[in-house]
C-alpha cells in the first residue's frame, strides 16, 4: 500500500496529533472516528475531497481509506492543492497523485465545481477539509459547490466534520448578493462561526444551492468540540496561514487583500503584519520577497513600512475577534488614498458600505453598528443548525 512518504509523516508527527478544549478534553474530528462510517462505505465507489489537511492521526485519510480496502477511486482538491503547497490564486491543473495512483482533479480556477462526467462511476463523495471559519477562506465556496453537483447528479455526500478554529464568535458585516463571488456565496458574516457540516446544514436548508436543491448530506461529527473550543490546528491549512496567530488574525487582515497594503505575504511572518511602502506614522519595517507559497507578492523587494501584530498573545486576540481597526489606520496613513482600494474589496467585505464608511472617516465602533442587524438576522439562523454546543 502506498504511504505518505517518510519525511512528510515525521511533519505530521511532529505536529499536535490530539487538540485539547480549554477545559482539558481531547477533541476527535470526525476523520478519525472510523467505526461511525467505515460501515458506510463498503461497496462504495469513493471520490474524495481532500487536501493535506485531511489526517486520521498520522496518516492521510486517503491512505487510510486504501489500506482499509476501500474502492477510492478519485481526488478533488481546493484551493492551494491536494498537497497544499500551491500559492493563492494559483492555478491547480488534473493530474495524476504520485504517492497514490488517483486521479487529482483541481476544484479551483476555471473549474470550480465537479462536473456530471467526473462522478459519472461515483457511488459516495467524502469531504474532508480544515476551514478556518472565514466567508472569503475559499474552501467553503468549494463545499458549496460540491453539494450543488453532488445534488445535481443525486449522490451522497458524507462530511467528516472538524473543529472551526475561529468558531467560537460571529461577527462582520453580512455578504450583500450584488458583490457574490468565490470569496463569498452565501448571506453569512464575515466570521460564520459554523464547522464545515454545520453550514452545510445551513445550505441545504436555506435552500441557498442553485433551484433551491438540497443535498443528500450524511454527517461524522468531532467528538470533544463545542464553540467554546479553542482548537489548535494540527496541519497548516494553507501556505501563509503557519500557526494560530495568523489564524485568528486571518478575518481582520485578509481584508488587505482588496487593497495596496501587502498583508506580510512573502515573509515568514504572513497574516501577522501589515504594510507598504508609503505608509506613515510607523516604526515597524520588512521586505516582501518572493518564496514558495508567496510568488510574486506585492510590494515584491520594496522596504514595507506597517505594523507587527506579532506581539499580541491568543488571549489577545480571543477578545479583539474581528476588527477593522487596523484598517482604518492603513487608509489614515496612506498618502494614496483614491488608490487604496481595489474592486476586489467589495467581494472580500461583501458590500460597499464598508468602503465608503472608512473612507467617510467612521469610527471602528459606528461602522460596527452598521451591520449589527443583519448579524442579529444571521444569528438566528445560524443556530438552527448547529451540531455542537454554542458559546453563548
Known amino acids: 500500500m502506498i504511504r505518505v512518504k517518510k519525511v512528510y509523516t515525521i511533519i505530521f508527527t511532529q505536529l499536535l496529533l490530539f487538540c485539547i478544549y480549554s477545559t482539558g478534553q481531547v477533541i476527535k474530528v470526525g476523520a478519525e472516528l472510523t467505526e461511525q462510517y467505515f460501515s458506510l462505505l463498503k461497496d462504495k465507489k469513493i471520490a474524495l475531497v481532500s487536501n493535506q489537511t485531511s489526517m486520521v492521526n498520522q496518516l492521510h485519510l486517503v491512505d487510510t481509506l486504501l489500506k482499509s480496502g476501500f474502492n477510492v477511486v478519485k481526488i478533488f482538491c481546493p484551493e492551494h492543492g491536494f ?28 473549474n470550480k465545481k465537479p462536473k456530471s462526467g467526473d462522478l459519472s462511476n461515483v457511488d459516495l463523495v467524502i469531504f474532508d477539509i480544515q476551514d478556518v471559519g472565514a466567508r472569503f477562506y475559499t474552501y467553503l465556496s468549494t463545499l458549496h459547490f460540491v453539494m450543488e453537483s453532488c445534488a445535481e447528479n443525486k449522490i451522497e455526500l458524507m462530511i467528516l466534520d472538524r473543529p472551526n478554529p475561529n468558531g467560537f464568535y460571529v461577527d462582520g458585516p453580512v455578504l450583500d448578493l450584488k458583490y457574490r463571488s468565490f ?51 494540527p496541519v497548516k491549512p494553507s501556505p501563509n496561514l503557519i500557526n494560530m496567530r495568523s489564524v485568528y488574525l486571518y478575518p481582520s487582515l485578509a481584508l488587505f487583500e482588496g487593497t495596496i497594503v501587502n498583508v506580510g505575504r512573502g515573509t515568514d511572518f504572513p497574516f501577522e503584519v501589515f504594510g507598504h511602502p508609503d505608509m506613515k506614522n510607523t516604526t515597524f519595517e520588512y521586505t516582501p520577497k518572493s518564496k514558495p507559497g508567496a510568488n510574486s507578492p506585492s510590494n515584491e523587494g520594496q522596504k514595507c513600512r506597517g505594523v507587527d501584530l506579532r506581539q499580541l498573545s491568543d488571549s489577545d486576540l480571543w477578545k479583539i475577534h474581528f476588527s477593522v481597526q487596523w484598517l482604518i489606520f492603513a487608509y489614515n496613513n496612506s498618502p494614496d488614498k483614491d488608490g487604496f482600494f481595489n474592486k476586489f474589496f467589495y467581494n472580500l467585505s461583501g458590500n460597499a458600505d464598508l468602503q465608503s464608511q472608512i473612507e467617510n472617516g467612521l469610527s471602528e465602533k459606528a461602522i460596527r453598528q452598521g451591520w449589527q442587524y443583519d448579524l442579529e438576522s444571521y444569528k438566528k439562523i445560524r443556530k438552527e443548525y448547529l451540531l455542537y454546543e454554542d458559546f453563548e
Open 83 to 110: 498537497r497544499g503547497s500551491i500559492d493563492a490564486g494559483q492555478k491547480v491543473d488534473t493530474y495524476k497523485d504520485q504517492l497514490t495512483g488517483l486521479k487529482v482533479i483541481s476544484l479551483y480556477g476555471k
Open 183 to 233: 470569496v463569498g456565496l452565501d448571506p453569512v458574516p464575515v466570521v460564520h462561526g459554523m464547522t464545515m457540516a454545520e453550514f452545510a446544514q445551513m445550505i441545504n436548508g436555506e435552500k441557498w444551492l442553485r433551484n433551491g436543491m438540497q443535498c443528500k448530506l450524511t454527517v461524522v461529527k468531532c467528538e470533544g468540540y463545542t464553540h467554546k473550543s479553542k482548537y489548535q490546528l
